[in-house]
C-alpha cells in the first residue's frame, strides 16, 4: 500500500494548481491531492470535502481541514513514507503533502504553480508548526 501511495503521488507531478480541483495532469489543490492519491492507492474511499475557502486559513482559526482529516487518519509522533504532513499557514493548519522519504514530500504548491517536490527542512516548511497523520488503512504497514 504504501509504494502504491507513493507511485500514485509521484504520478501527480507537475499537474497544475488549481483550488478545488482534481484532474491529473490539468488541476488540482494540496487538499484534493490528499483525496485523489489516497483514493487511487486503495487507501481509502474517494470522498468529497469541496467546497471550501481558497483563504479560510487568513479570516478564521476555526480548524476546518483538521476536521477533515483526523477522520480518516491519526496523528503520528513521526512520519514515514505515505504519511501526510498538515502545515501551519495563517491560524490554521491549512496545507498538506505527502511524505515520500525521510525529510521529502510531494504537494501541490500555489506558489509553485504546480504539484511539486518539497522538503520539510526547507520553505515552505521550514520553521511552520507541523503535524503529521496515518491513514488509519496504512497503519499497520510499514
Not at 80 to 106: E, F, N, W
Not at 116 to 127: I, K, V
Amino acid at each position: 500500500m504504501i509504494d502504491r501511495i507513493i507511485n500514485v503521488a509521484k504520478s501527480w507531478l507537475n499537474t497544475p494548481y488549481h483550488h478545488e480541483g482534481n484532474v491529473k495532469g490539468a488541476g488540482v489543490d494540496c487538499a484534493m491531492l490528499l483525496v485523489e492519491v489516497y483514493a487511487e492507492a486503495g487507501a481509502m474511499g474517494w470522498i468529497e470535502p469541496r467546497p471550501y475557502s481558497k483563504q479560510w486559513m487568513l479570516h478564521r482559526s476555526q480548524e476546518q481541514y483538521l476536521a477533515w482529516v483526523i477522520q480518516y487518519a491519526d496523528e503520528v509522533p513521526d512520519h514515514r513514507p505515505g504519511d501526510l504532513v498538515l502545515m501551519r499557514y495563517g491560524r490554521t493548519l491549512s496545507h498538506s503533502a505527502i511524505v515520500i522519504d525521510g525529510t521529502r514530500v510531494i504537494h501541490a504548491y500555489a506558489r509553485e504553480n504546480c504539484v511539486t517536490w518539497g522538503d520539510l527542512t526547507q520553505e515552505p516548511f521550514m520553521g511552520r508548526e507541523l503535524h503529521f497523520y496515518r491513514i488509519r488503512s496504512t497503519v499497520n504497514e510499514g
